[in-house]
Structure formats: C-alpha cells, structure tokens
C-alpha cells in the first residue's frame, strides 16, 4: 500500500460538535503530519509526529487536539470548532528516518471541513 | 522568519510551448526542495525535488534548478500539456525542523490548447 488515506472525505459539523478526522498509511512511515489549507492558499502545517511523538505543534488552538495511537494511525479531534476553521484538513507523511535531511511527504486526499 | 517566495503568482502558456516558476528561500540552511501539483479538489502530490547536494535534477519533462548562492530554485517545465494545468507548490524544508516545509504561495497554471 503506497497512499495515504483519510476519513472521512467531507464533514459538516456545528460549533458545538465533536467529530475526529482520521489518517491511515502502511507504508512504514515513521512521521506524520497534519496540515489545514484554505482555498487558494499552500497547506498550513497544524502538527509534526516523529515516532508516535508529538515534535512540532505550531501554535494550534486547543479545539484542535491530534493523537497518534500507533505508527499507521493519526487523529485529529475537533471540538467547539469556529466558522473559520472550514477548511481541507490534509494529513500527510513521511519516513521519519532522515535525520538533518528533508524527506519527502506523501499527502492523502483531505477532508473537507464545514463549520456551520 | 522563514519564507519561500513564489513567482509568478498565475502563468498562462499555449499547448507545447515552456513554462518557468520560480522561488526564492531564507533559510541559509534548507537542503531540500521539493515540487508538489495540486489539481483542482485533489491533494498535493510531489512532481520532483531536489537536494542542496544537486544544482539541477530532470524527469522527462520536467526539470528543477537550484542555486544554493542566490537561495533560488525553479521549476522547468517543456511541451507543456492541458493536464499539466494545475496549481504548483514550491517548498523548502526548516533549519530548525528538518521534516517541517515552508510551502511557497503557489502558481496557478493554465496550458491552453
């Protein structure tokens, strides 16, 4: 398996909803990463797991919390979330195992996110 | 801080003709460059990249250049195609976090027939 999945493909939620997107890869990879992009703009980096291991959080608000149960795994619980945060929500990875080298990340398809 | 700038920010080319994007880093320290196309409603996917170790690297059609004393590289692209309309992503990896990218702001790109 070389693709990164994601569920679920579309989500509309309301501000006091709580929902979770989920992220799977098989590929060995040992980095995961959420990132959230906005209609005409790059991807915006939300979260950086290295070994099951929160390493970056960059300054997200709390009504996101990530969770990595397991090396193929990656969650993202949405709680209390605002109209603003509609967005595509894209969970990518990569091997992990590059040291001070760049890798490459491999993104899944996202969820399109709707906060009503 | 960190930044990648990316020119330009739409490119509109004929079917077969080239097309050039460009984009210019701060880090001193960012080795890895990496080109991702972005169609319409799908998820970014990587075209090529390159390694501060490299000054150009080609894939068919496609070829990136780097130019580690001016913090620039580019993405070359000839004969270009209908599909190869897309948005274009380039980025540069982080001093402080090698796995973290520094996304350039994108080139809308239309090849028309």
């Known amino acids: 398996d070389t693709e990164v999945t994601q569920t679920p493909k579309h989500l509309v939620m309301g501000m006091t909803n709580k929902k979770s997107l989920k992220c799977e890869q098989h590929?060995?990879?040992?980095?995961m990463y959420w990132y959230k992009q906005k209609a005409k703009k790059p991807p915006e980096l939300m979260f950086v797991?290295?070994?099951?291991?929160?390493?970056i959080n960059e300054s997200v608000p709390s009504r996101f919390s990530p969770e990595c149960p397991n090396s193929s795994l990656l969650n993202l619980h949405l709680h209390a979330l605002q109209p603003e945060d509609s967005a595509l929500y894209l969970c990518?990875?990569?091997?992990?195992?590059?040291?001070?080298?760049?890798?490459?990340?491999?993104f899944g398809p996202g969820t399109r996110l709707l906060v009503l | 801080g960190e930044n990648v700038e990316q020119h330009p920010s739409t490119l509109s080319v004929q079917e077969g003709d080239s097309a050039v994007i460009k984009c210019t880093y701060s880090?001193?320290?960012?080795?890895?460059f990496p080109w991702y196309k972005q169609e319409l409603g799908k998820r970014p996917q990587l075209i090529i990249d390159?390694?501060?170790?490299?000054g150009e690297k080609k894939d068919q059609r496609i070829a990136v250049t780097l130019n580690k004393t001016a913090k620039h590289f580019s993405l070359h692209i000839t004969e270009t195609q209908p599909e190869d309309s897309a948005v274009y992503f380039c980025?540069?990896?982080?001093?402080?976090?090698?796995?973290?990218?520094?996304f350039g702001t994108g080139t809308l790109l239309a090849v028309q027939p």
């Open positions: 590929m060995g990879h040992r980095a």
């Open positions: 797991y290295s070994y099951e291991k929160l390493s």
């Open positions: 980025a540069a990896n982080s001093r402080g976090a090698t796995n973290k990218l520094i």
């Open positions: 880090d001193s320290a960012s080795n890895y």
């Open positions: 390159i390694r501060s170790n490299v």
């Open positions: 990518a990875s990569s091997h992990g195992t590059s040291g001070l080298l760049g890798e490459t990340q491999y």
